[in-house]
């Protein structure tokens, strides 16, 4: 099994992602190609330094980038029997991609209203967003990085403006 999580930054994908991990999923994570080229580029870790990296990625490789950089991941846990779960689906083209690969894949959309969205970056612990930069970001992905088309077409949308406990139980509606 495939399952990939879209939604905006600060929607809850995060917490999905632990539900699967329980669940023994292959964790395929797109945003830790973003951090590993921060690293590598001796670039601090921050909104700015991210969005400059993906940006660049998908100048680089195409607007498919993290998922044509993820598919050896990605094909060597299905052949080795693991379920996986891909984790922040971003573009239209990554998606298609992915979909025509792997036609069995589910995708489920993390919602949560802007306002919570925004609250829940100001305060996490990490990679924390101001709401200007919360704003900004979400602007930029939609405009640059195609991220709404996945998230419009999902076989599944969680509205999470719960509490985590809520969001997982939805989780388990949808897959048990």
């Keep these: 099994m495939i399952v990939a999580l879209v939604g905006l930054c600060g929607a809850g994908k995060?917490?999905?992602?632990?539900?699967f991990e329980n669940k023994n999923y292959?964790?395929?994570?797109f945003g830790?190609?973003?951090?590993?080229?921060?690293?590598k580029s001796n670039l601090e870790i921050n909104e700015k330094?991210?969005?400059?990296?993906?940006e660049e990625l998908r100048e680089k490789y195409g607007m498919g980038a993290y998922a044509v950089l993820s598919l050896p991941k990605i094909e060597l846990a299905l052949k080795e029997g693991i379920n996986v779960l891909i984790d922040g689906l971003y573009s239209w083209t990554e998606y298609k991609l992915l979909r025509e690969r792997f036609p069995e894949m589910i995708t489920i959309a993390i919602f949560a209203n802007p306002d919570l969205?925004?609250?829940r970056l100001a305060t996490r612990e990490v990679r924390r967003l101001s709401v200007h930069?919360?704003?900004?970001r979400d602007i930029a992905e939609i405009e640059n990085l195609e991220k709404a088309g996945p998230i419009s077409?999902?076989?599944?949308?969680i509205i999470n403006n719960g509490t985590k406990e809520?969001?997982?139980q939805k989780m388990k509606e949808i897959l048990g």
């Design 49 to 54: 330094n991210e969005r400059k990296i993906r």
């Design 32 to 39: 830790g190609i973003t951090m590993e080229e921060l690293k």
């Design 166 to 168: 809520e969001l997982l």
């Design 153 to 157: 077409k999902a076989d599944y949308t």
């Design 14 to 19: 995060t917490e999905a992602a632990k539900y």
């Design 117 to 119: 969205r925004f609250k």
């Design 26 to 29: 292959e964790r395929v994570y």
């Design 133 to 136: 930069e919360a704003m900004s």
